[in-house]
């Protein structure tokens, strides 16, 4: 592994609570459109069945780095969390399973499991075979539970053991939470109390563990809550949704820290955490602005379901991560319960009349 690859490979650790930092290479190599797609009036499903089609080789997705496009295993599970929320494109899904478990797949996004080993990058992978049903034990030849649990310091946080340092922060915390909660042996109290006790004293949860000054992210607090909630900790929770609940737009959407406009991956986090955490009002905001960020059917066919980054229009280099996400908040499952079961095999189309173009 060269010192390139390594902090390339950080940007997909919490891409499920970041905007794209690097623009989709699905365009050249997408998947063409099912015959058998069907039409929709559902947006979570019309969602998940434009990002079936961007798959690269109809199995993955790709990111670009100085000219150069390297397979992107964090959007991918983005993108298999996003077919099991939407109910859809089951096939597309199973073929990203199985990308996924390949040796040098799994191996290039995970470490090699001695040297090299990330903590929210086996969370993440840990949640999305959970979530498609598969043996979490043996998938790709690696034990995703026990590899998480060994990364788990005595103080309870998840933390990599790489010779380029610690990257792992509350996003990974919160996904190996949810995680190993869904395990036979659930999640470890010391790593629940880890997360509870990083809370800022307004109630929001920081991205950043140990800063001198605790400063509340609406990504980290909309993962943290969810992974609370599912443990138990209530209190905590509704401290983290009420914090979000003070802190959404006049849109209904929600920004990311440090910006002003709202974007569809941090409102699709955010409306998953207070639909699945029962703040209804909140929640159908944050959905309302979600589907207003939707292509409908006035525009091209070639992008109708996806949803754009933000109100400036949509942008194919943002377009995958921010429809992956936006699916989340369209459809309001938690990551706790999440399940591929049932989820039709094609990949919708949304249903617009015939005399559209």
């Known amino acids: 592994m060269s010192s390139f690859r390594r902090p390339l490979r950080l940007f997909a650790i919490p891409a499920l609570a970041l905007a794209t930092v690097l623009p989709a290479a699905a365009a050249a190599h997408a998947a063409p459109a099912a015959a058998t797609s069907s039409p929709t009036v559902r947006p979570d499903a019309a969602a998940g069945g434009w990002l079936a089609r961007q798959l690269v080789d109809g199995d993955h997705f790709e990111s670009v780095f100085n000219g150069t496009a390297y397979p992107d295993q964090g959007l991918t599970i983005d993108a298999v969390l996003a077919f099991a929320a939407s109910h859809s494109s089951d096939q597309a899904a199973a073929k990203a399973t199985a990308w996924l478990a390949k040796p040098e797949v799994i191996s290039g996004y995970l470490g090699d499991g001695i040297t090299e080993a990330y903590a929210g990058a086996t969370a993440k992978l840990l949640l999305a075979v959970e979530v498609r049903g598969g043996n979490p034990t043996a998938f790709g030849g690696v034990d995703l539970p026990a590899r998480l649990r060994s990364l788990q310091t005595a ?31 659930g999640a470890p109290a010391t790593a629940v109390d880890f997360l509870a006790n990083s809370q800022c004293a307004d109630g929001g949860y920081p991205v950043a563990f140990g800063q001198a000054t605790c400063a509340s992210d609406p990504d ?20 983290g949704l009420g914090w979000l609940t003070a802190h959404q737009n006049a849109d209904g959407g929600f920004s990311a820290a440090g910006a002003a406009a709202s974007n569809a991956n941090t409102t699709g986090l955010a409306t998953q955490a207070l639909l699945a955490g029962g703040r209804f009002g909140a929640g ?74």
């Open 155 to 185: 103080e309870g946080r998840f933390s990599d053991r790489s010779q380029w340092g610690d990257y792992s922060n509350a996003f990974g915390q919160s996904l190996a939470v949810i995680a190993l909660h869904r395990t036979a042996g």
């Open 220 to 239: 980290a607090t909309a993962l943290a809550a969810q992974a609370l909630a599912a443990t138990g900790r209530t209190a905590k929770a509704d401290a």
């Open 284 to 357: 159908l905001k944050g959905w309302s602005s979600l589907v207003k960020l939707q292509q409908g059917c006035a525009t091209d066919p070639g992008v109708r379901g996806a949803v754009a980054y933000d109100a400036t229009g949509f942008n194919p280099a943002t377009g995958a991560r921010a429809t992956a996400q936006a699916v989340l908040g369209l459809a309001g499952t938690p990551l706790a319960t999440l399940s591929a079961a049932g989820g039709r095999p094609d990949a919708p189309v949304p249903a617009c009349p015939a005399t559209t173009r």
